[in-house]
């Protein structure tokens, strides 16, 4: 029996695919004291809304975080979507990009203009 996308209930449906790969970023937050934080992480799992990475420092379920991708050095704000489980002093926690940016996970910087060429 095959299953088509459009029947499982929307709770199980993914906007975008998902990808396992290992992506260093950096997690810029506020905390409730209203000190800066930044930690120096991973992904674990990314698309084109978001990822799941792995936090040490205490977050929220709908609290606005930056996250930089430490390859490009770009830098977007996301909403924590949900909090998994936690291992080691670590959370797994899906972070939800606030405007989609479907090429955040590139592997490096976009390459600049080309030089015209020459006649």
Do not use: Y
């Amino acid at each position: 029996m095959s299953t088509h996308l459009d029947d499982l209930p929307p709770q199980n449906r993914r906007r975008s695919k998902r990808v396992h790969v290992r992506i260093p970023v950096l997690v810029r937050l506020q905390d409730p004291k209203k000190n800066s934080v930044e930690e120096k992480t991973h992904t674990i799992i990314v698309n084109s809304h978001g990822a799941l990475i792995l936090l040490a420092t205490k977050v929220n379920v709908q609290q606005i975080i930056h996250i930089e991708n430490v390859n490009t050095k770009e830098e977007l704000l996301c909403r924590v979507a949900c909090l998994g489980s936690s291992f080691m002093g670590k959370t797994q926690v899906a972070i939800e990009f606030i405007m989609p940016a479907p090429q955040f996970w590139r592997d490096r910087p976009a390459a600049s203009d080309p030089a015209p060429a020459r006649r």
